[in-house]
């Protein structure tokens, strides 16, 4: 079975306990061998899953059902040699004076708006981000 990376954006619907559904998700994933990274942006979510293909899928496929979730866009999908968030089953970087820098840096205009990014910006800033937030 392969390792795979797949990256996804969507927009939040509605209220919700946000910090609940991250517990909740953590939990799943570390059951199901999932590891990866979420940003929370402007009532966007970047999300990026690794794990096995089959299992990264099915993940895929209940987020795309989620009422909570809005205008779902795969944006990257690969096969990896090695996971590149293997610490965290998910892993939160969010909004903040520190990370703001960053997302300029990889957004096209002064807004951040994760559909105008590549595949591979994305997982360049999700992963540049979660070196800064866990030096923090």
């Not at 979420?38 to 899928?57: D, K, M």
């Amino acid at each position: 079975m392969f390792l795979v990376s797949l990256i996804y954006t969507s927009e939040m619907t509605g209220s919700m306990d946000f910090m609940d559904i991250l517990e909740v998700s953590r939990a799943r994933n570390e059951r199901e061998g999932i590891t990866g990274v979420l940003l929370f942006c402007n009532n966007n979510v970047v999300q990026c899953l690794e794990g096995s293909r089959e299992t990264v899928n099915n993940t895929y496929a209940r987020i795309v059902q989620d009422k909570r979730h809005q205008n779902p866009l795969l944006v990257d999908y690969r096969i990896l040699s090695t996971r590149l968030f293997s610490e965290w089953s998910m892993g939160y970087v969010p909004e903040s004076s520190i990370t703001q820098p960053t997302l300029l840096k990889y957004s096209v205009s002064q807004d951040f708006e994760p559909r105008l990014l590549s595949g591979e910006s994305c997982l360049r800033m999700l992963a540049e981000l979660t070196r800064k937030v866990s030096t923090v």
